[in-house]
């Protein structure tokens, strides 16, 4: 691997300030971790600005970094359907929709959501198949971040995994959640001014945007595409086999826009978590619509500078190309990488890196932090240790569970992360168990939030029955090319998908499909246990209507909601 | 909770935004070290942009702190 760097004095002096300021910021919040409450939940105090930055923070992890730059080289502009049609939408409806029942119902995770909402079962497996998959998601950046400390730093592998998971172990067992939220918003302004210089430069570098699409053309064209099919987003998405995503419209809008984001934004706890730490309803609802804002432009900052590196690589005088791997592909995943190694000198270097390292760290803090919440509340307090008369014994005795989990998730997370390193694309595998677990969950509450008919017995079967159809269709299909049984198509090989990410697409599509129909039907045949009284506050329509008139105008959710959905909706104009 | 955000915010970025504007500064004659960057001397434009917004940030944290007491 030539990816090898020379760092010097001062970008190491970057990073040693920055993580000086991470532990710091646990270390400052440590003497306010009175209770579990504080530690698990931050208290319920966050301003809406923090948790919105934290939001969109948590799912800007290094992997998402280093991965959606790499599908910009790969699919160009249509990478950014993964936001705009494949986040935006979701996160208002998360916002003005869902929210106010998140917080409202004064549950402290989305199990416990489901628990109050139809029955123990219920909570249990979502519970449980939360915990597991967090744990390996943190166990997965964390080896990704080993892996590029030892390219490109040089660092020894096993050194840089215990290294990494001290810092995080250490703010996390320090300052709980408020610690990794607080984190967060500071990896995002870092993000931003450590990837910034990139974009500018490699824009430059190929004569701004017009430049870039006019050396595009040609290499596009010899790949068989038109020449603007790496710089429009819906323009190609007629078929299939005209867009480098290898996906339908009416694929990207279900698969995407409505399946796979939903079931991320909408149900995911690890982001909700940062939803429901704000101080009131009103702040709650506005933290997905502030985190929106950021995070339609985003793209600008990742995905642009992906689509130079095409221009690069074809360019001979430039001297970029992509490291190698074992079967002599190159591996889309450290462009990012690459790109600083071309345009960044000494210091401004050192914060580029820093940036991936923060993202790392703090995608791995958000893990564990979402893992001790649903491991102290959903399992250890429902099955092993109830709460007791003493209400002050109580509060001590779960904070303590809540930092003994934060010692054994990390522990955990390390032994995932060898684990990890036995399989290949790691984002793929992600995306294709979250797209297993997610889209059924999303079914499963989004009709607990808005049929009050939703029985428990019913939910619990779809989620289970919207898994196996994952699962079934995973195995009976397979993308083109494929050559390991993780790609699927492990039962039989019933059909081709173009790519494999219409595969993912269309796994969550009939994921969620089943687990509508299944609760839907099931709802019907059993008979529901919980009264409307019960209900309250858990379901549309027997929640009184949220009233905002006592928020001035400009502060509202749904003036907000407005502002969002119109920027996006002139974004997708300009780059149609 | 607890600690105003903007502070460490705002300190990390003053104390970097410094480092690198005088780094900057100092190797602003070094042609060989810019030439990655197109001749642009990256350090000492990203470093002032990393001092203003630590400023700006400590004070929007002051001026809260002036409201609450």
Same mark, same amino acid.
């Given at each position: ?117 139809y029955d ?56 709980? *959640?408020?610690? #990794? %939220? ?5 990896? =995002?302004? /870092? $993000? !931003?001014? &450590?990837?910034?210089?990139? +974009? @500018? ?87 997905? *619509?502030?985190? #929106? %804002? ?5 793209? =600008?900052? /990742? $995905? !642009?500078? &992906?689509?130079?590196?095409? +221009? @690069? ?100 997370? /390390? ?38 008919r939703g029985t428990g017995h019913a939910a619990f ?58 609760t839907?039907?099931l709802s019907l045949l059993t008979t529901q246990k919980k ?46 | ?69």
């Amino acid at each position: 691997m030539n990816s090898g760097f020379v760092l010097s004095w001062i970008d190491y002096s970057v990073m040693i300030i920055y993580f000086a300021f991470v532990l710091g910021i646990g270390w400052a919040l440590k003497r306010y971790m009175k209770d579990a409450n504080a530690f698990l939940e931050a208290g319920r105090s966050m301003p809406a600005w923090v948790a919105g930055l934290a939001f969109i923070s948590t799912n800007l992890g290094a992997l998402e970094v280093m991965g959606m730059t790499g599908s910009g080289l790969k699919y160009g502009m249509l990478t950014t359907h993964f936001y705009w049609v494949g986040a935006i939408p979701a996160m208002v409806f998360l916002a003005m929709f869902m929210m106010p029942f998140y917080y409202g119902s004064k549950a402290r995770s989305v199990p416990e959501y489901l628990k109050l909402r139809y029955d123990e079962k219920t909570r249990g497996l979502n519970a449980i198949l939360f915990a597991v998959m967090t744990i390996l998601a943190s166990g997965i950046s964390m080896y990704a971040l080993a892996i590029l400390m030892e390219k490109v730093l040089g660092w020894n592998f096993h050194l840089s995994l215990i290294l990494s998971a001290a810092i995080v172990l250490v703010y996390t067992y320090l300052g709980g *959640l408020s610690s #990794a %939220i607080y984190n967060e918003v500071l990896q =995002f302004f /870092i $993000i !931003v001014v &450590g990837l910034l210089p990139i +974009v @500018l430069l490699s824009l430059k570098d190929v004569g701004g945007w017009h430049g870039l699409q006019q050396s595009l053309a040609p290499i596009v064209s010899a790949k068989g595409f038109a020449p603007d099919a790496w710089t429009t987003t819906w323009k190609y998405t007629g078929s299939a086999k005209a867009n480098p995503l290898g996906v339908e419209w009416y694929g990207i809008f279900a698969g995407l826009g409505f399946v796979l984001s939903f079931g991320y934004w909408c149900t995911n706890f690890l982001i909700v978590q940062r939803a429901m730490s704000a101080k009131s309803t009103t702040a709650a609802r506005n933290t997905p *619509l502030i985190g #929106a %804002i950021p995070k339609m432009f985003i793209p =600008f900052l /990742i $995905i !642009v500078p &992906g689509i130079v590196a095409l +221009v @690069l690589m074809n360019s001979p005088e430039k001297h970029f190309s992509l490291p190698l791997n074992e079967a002599g592909q190159p591996i889309y995943d450290y462009t990012i990488i690459m790109l600083l190694k071309q345009y960044l000198p000494a210091g401004v270097l050192g914060l580029g890196i820093t940036a991936l390292l923060a993202s790392f760290m703090s995608g791995m803090a958000g893990n564990v932090s979402a893992f001790n919440t649903v491991w102290t509340y959903d399992i250890y307090q429902s099955y092993i240790r109830p709460t007791t008369k003493d209400k002050a014994i109580d509060d001590k005795h779960y904070l303590f569970v809540g930092r003994m989990a934060t010692i054994f998730g990390v522990l955990v997370s /390390i032994a995932a992360a060898y684990l990890a390193s036995m399989f290949g694309n790691i984002m793929d595998f992600l995306q294709t168990i979250f797209s297993m677990v997610n889209a059924p969950l999303f079914a499963v509450i989004f009709l607990g939030m808005f049929w009050k008919r939703g029985t428990g017995h019913a939910a619990f079967t779809g989620l289970l029955a919207g898994f196996f159809v994952a699962l079934l269709h995973h195995g009976l299909t397979f993308p083109e090319g494929a050559n390991t049984l993780v790609k699927g198509g492990w039962i039989a090989h019933l059909h081709a998908y173009p790519v494999e990410m219409a595969q993912n697409f269309w796994t969550a599509i009939f994921a969620c499909s089943a687990s509508t129909l299944i609760t839907v039907v099931l709802s019907l045949l059993t008979t529901q246990k919980k009264s409307d009284a019960e209900l309250k506050g858990l379901v549309y329509s027997l929640t009184p209507k949220l009233n905002e008139e006592s928020v001035p105008w400009y502060k509202r959710s749904s003036t907000l909601a407005i502002i969002v959905l119109t920027l996006v909706t002139i974004l997708t104009i300009l780059f149609w | 909770m607890g600690i105003d955000i903007k502070i460490p915010i705002g300190l990390m970025f003053t104390i970097l935004g410094l480092l690198i504007t005088v780094y900057g500064f100092i190797t602003r004659l070094d042609a060989s070290l810019y030439n990655v960057s197109l001749g642009i001397n990256v350090n000492l434009w990203s470093g002032l942009g990393m001092l203003i917004f630590g400023v700006v940030m400590l004070a929007l944290a002051f001026v809260s702190w002036k409201s609450k007491t």
